[in-house]
């Protein structure tokens, strides 16, 4: 049986593997500003879930079983991508920290980067009318 596509209501979270977990919450908290979600439930292993509007990023301390493609820009890499206001501040944020970025050679308004396990993420800025 096909599904309907009109079943579908958005994204609901996204689960990247961290091998330290507070080197994880220290990249996505205190640099990328990400709250916590405290309704995370009792697991056997350690994570934390972190808010993204009305979305979720679970961070699982697991043993990490693959690196993606390896390749060095991460858009061409299995990565996450996260809508933001303003790619500006996150850039800043990065360069602050020491963290190496890509902007989107594309002309889109993306930054590519990496977190602390080699997970690529990109930040795409919204479109203000």
């Known amino acids: 049986m096909t599904q309907s596509k009109n079943n ?4 609901h979270h996204v689960s990247l593997l961290v091998s330290d977990l507070q080197r994880s919450s220290n990249f996505y908290i205190d640099v990328l500003g990400l709250e916590q979600d405290d309704s995370r439930p009792k697991l056997p292993f350690p994570g934390i879930w972190l808010k993204i509007g009305a979305q979720q990023i679970h961070l699982l301390c697991l043993d990490k079983i693959t690196t993606g493609t390896g390749a060095e820009h991460p858009g061409r890499d299995s990565h996450c991508a996260f809508s933001v206001s303003d790619i500006n501040m996150i850039g800043e944020a990065l360069k602050q920290q020491g963290i190496p970025y890509h902007m989107s050679k594309s ?5 590519f980067c990496r977190d602390p396990d080699g997970n690529g993420l990109e930040f795409v800025e919204l479109q203000t009318e």
């Open 8 to 11: 579908f209501s958005g994204l």
């Open 107 to 111: 002309g889109r308004r993306a930054l």
